[in-house]
Nanobody, 127 residues
Framework: QVQVVESGGGLVQAGESLRLSCTTS????????MGWFRQTPGKEREVVSC????????YYEDSVKGRFTISRDNAKSTLYLQMSSLKPEDTAMYYC????????????????????WGQGTQVTVSS
């Protein structure tokens, strides 16, 4: 059974940092491209960042470039997102999931039909 558990969110002030973690089980984590996604009420879930299965390549949505860093520990089946210089517009529920990641095309998105979304972790940034 696939399980995805996100953690590390919280309430911070603008300019502060947070580190999100995503632990997985029942998933062939080490051979999966993975991604972080976020959603605010009334809006579609959007891509934040993707990382290749080896960790050697990463994609960042323009608004988080230079501020967020995605990483992974395949031995622990865990995905991370280090978020720095947080802004109020980063406020959202954050989720992780396997990703379709095509570096040559600059494409990053959730795997089509993925249905094992976790509960997410809420990040709230006050101004």
């Amino acid at each position: 059974q696939v399980q995805v558990v996100e953690s590390g969110g919280g309430l911070v002030q603008a300019g502060e940092s947070l580190r999100l973690s995503c632990t997985t089980s029942g998933l062939t984590f080490a051979i999966r491209n993975m991604g972080w996604f976020r959603q605010t009420p009334g809006k579609e879930r959007e891509v934040v960042s993707c990382i290749s299965e080896s960790g050697g390549s990463a994609y960042y949505e323009d608004s988080v470039k230079g501020r967020f860093t995605i990483s992974r520990d395949n031995a622990k089946s865990t995905l991370y997102l280090q978020m720095s210089s947080l802004k109020p517009e980063d406020t959202a529920m954050y989720y992780c999931a396997p990703a379709t990641y095509l570096p040559s095309r600059g494409y990053c998105g959730p795997v089509a039909g993925w249905r094992y979304w976790g509960q997410g972790t809420q990040v709230t940034v006050s101004s």
